[in-house]
């Protein structure tokens, strides 16, 4: 490619929004989704194509010697030991996932994703009969601190209630470090005490928090504590780490990095072309675009210190000719760096810059014999957005493949369900069909809210759209008036027979209790289960090993790449 000059921002204009969550539709198999990948997950040949054609491929020599001393500083394991000696020799393609470092794991679905790339990895090496290894690329480059300082459990104490731990907010010199270099404070002995009192005190609990106490230690990495906890619960399976904040990483990328500068404006072109695409097909962007900006960061004052995104400078009216050198501004600041400082910068420093999320998985697949990658619903739309820069930068593109998702419906949830009457897919329903559902105690004079909403339905709704029907006949003038009386006589009459059963569940004291408890276990805050509660929380609560082996049997039951919600039962 060659360099391009300065250039005005692009541009974009794109249809209307509409909402619609690409994610959902790749996962539920739309066809207009599917077209946005060259390759879909779901077939067999294509799996089989990309893991052949990624075994033929070497992993940068960089790459494998940190990936070695990484791995040195983990957990002892076999199994880790045997992956990365045939990743050294070759012949051998990797399925990468990946996440910030977060506290004690962070949510759930860190410790799912990990799982389903081990999964994938066994998949993919028993179809295309080449060996497949599974590999966590921890995402230390990011610098947003509150994302990861906190973890939720389901408190012991506080009767099941959602509970947030976290660190203490960031000073103002800390602010936009990347992760990779910030340390666990003397805070963190208290925070694992306060841990310990709401998991309670049973076995699986003291086991979950010894694991814990090894990692989380006062003056290491946070990231180094986050590997070698999430090692430590891998162990058996030798899922492989890399932390990419290294200079020889950061020296081995650097062409990938001046190419992204020199070539911005054709990266505008192809990712505002991309997301056109998507607005038409009815999908948002998942990471917005910023005309201008050639994708990478930049550490003002060095690698440890706070990071910027590149942005470059709109064209001034009455100054056609920069008189200061600067292509570019620090985004959030007045500070300016010419493009000709950044390139130096690299040369000298390669830590000076970082990858955005959308050039992130194009430096792994540079790096590494990227056979799949496994991602949550944002990194699934943000691969559709930046699908084109691949042959762009001259690189295959992976198989993107959705991960697992998991519902722990442990002994406690069941009894509860049971005792309510419930499935676990009912918490999701209207309030005006769960209701329906539970048997809620009511007095010998109180009408059953359900043979109220029969009442509204069956009778009363028909007669007034008779009404309607008949006032829109008789005087057209009136027939807006009409529709929107009976919508309005409608949503009225929905919220009263809602209102009732909600004051009956609150006598109903058993019955409500019961509830809120069910819910704080499976749809605590109204959230999945997977994206509020942290590893600990469940795996004190049934066991570490418990919790991993039901994971790997319910792959194992419905395959490496399930698109439906899949329910662990302990």
Known sequence: MSATGAAEPAQYSFPPRVGRSFSSSFLSGDATARAFFPRDFRDQAARIACAR???ARRIAPAALEVLSEQQARLPPSRARDEQLAALAAGETAVVVSGQQVGLFLGPLYTFYKAASAIAVARALQAEAGVRCVPLFWLQTEDHDFAEIAGCTVSSERADGRPTRLALPD????EARRSVAHRQLGPEIGGLLDELAGHLGEGAPARAVMALLRAHYVAGRPLATAFAGALAQVFTEEGLLFLDPRDARIARAVAPLYRRALEDAPLIDRQLAGQAARLAQAGFDEQVPLRAGSPLLFVHRGGP???RFRLQRREAEPDRPARDDGGDYVLAGTDEVVSSREVVRHLEQEPLSCSTSALLRPLIQDALLPTAAYVGGPAEVSYFAQLMPLYPLFELPPPLVVPRARFR??????????????????????????????LSVSRGTDAADPAALERLVRDEIAPRVAELAEAVARSRPELARSAARTRRSVAHVLDRLTARYGRALLDRDAVTRDRLTRLRHLLLPEGEPQERTYGWPSLAARVGAEPLRQHVFAALAEHGAFPTDLLDLRP
């Not at 960031?170 to 010199?173: I, R, Y």
């Not at 009894?415 to 329906?436: F, V």
């Open 304 to 306: 440890e210190g706070p």
């Open 170 to 173: 960031e000073a103002p010199h």
């Open 408 to 437: 722990c419906v442990d002994a406690r949830a069941r009894r509860l369900l049971d005792q309510l009457g419930l499935a676990p897919d009912d918490l999701g329903r209207p309030p005006s069909e769960l209701l329906a559902k």
């Open 53 to 55: 054609a990624a075994a």
